[in-house]
């Protein structure tokens, strides 16, 4: 008969053990917390507004490429004489161009949507502000604007009359 080993002490046995619940259920709230946060920053104007002036200066900056390599380098060309260009050639220079000029047209008009649709989003969260009570009235006899709860006009010192519901 073979000789098993000794058994092991009972200080070597790892043991596991499942996380308990609270420790799950506090990792997803500060999940859902940090979401959260990144949320508000992501979305907060500032940010919207440069993340969409630097794509819409990107695009841009297609047109201006477009418009030296299309116009510009083509009449410093002919000027020169180093090229003459045919018919053919220069509505090449014309389509690519407004090629150009479409496509920005394009990007800024899905921006547009993009950011009306996260604005739209953005205030169904929110509830709206009821106006706030008026604190001033106007004078019937001179027009003036004076505080609502005046006796007497300022400003032609008129008596008013007291409304009575």
Sequence with gaps: MAAFPAE???????????????ADKEKRYRMKRFLKE???FALR?????????????????????????NFINPI????????????TEVLGFVSAFLSSVVNFIIMAF????????????MSLGK???E????TTKLCPYCKSEIPIDATRCA????ILEEKHD
């Excluded at 921006?111 to 604005?119: D, R």
């Excluded at 400003?155 to 008129?158: I, V, Y």
Aim: net charge positive.
């Design 8 to 22: 092991q002490p009972s200080s070597l046995l790892i043991i596991c053990r499942a996380p308990s619940k609270a």
């Design 155 to 158: 400003h032609c010192t008129s």
């Design 38 to 40: 990144f949320k508000e």
């Design 131 to 134: 106006p706030a009570a008026p």
């Design 110 to 121: 899905i921006l547009f949507c993009l950011v009306k649709a996260i604005n739209k989003l």
């Design 76 to 87: 410093l060309n002919e000027l020169t004489g180093n090229a003459v260009y045919t018919k």
């Design 45 to 69: 104007g500032n940010v919207m507004d440069m993340a969409v002036g630097i794509i819409i200066g990107g695009a841009f900056s297609g047109i201006v490429a477009s418009l030296t390599d």
């Design 127 to 129: 509830k709206k502000e």
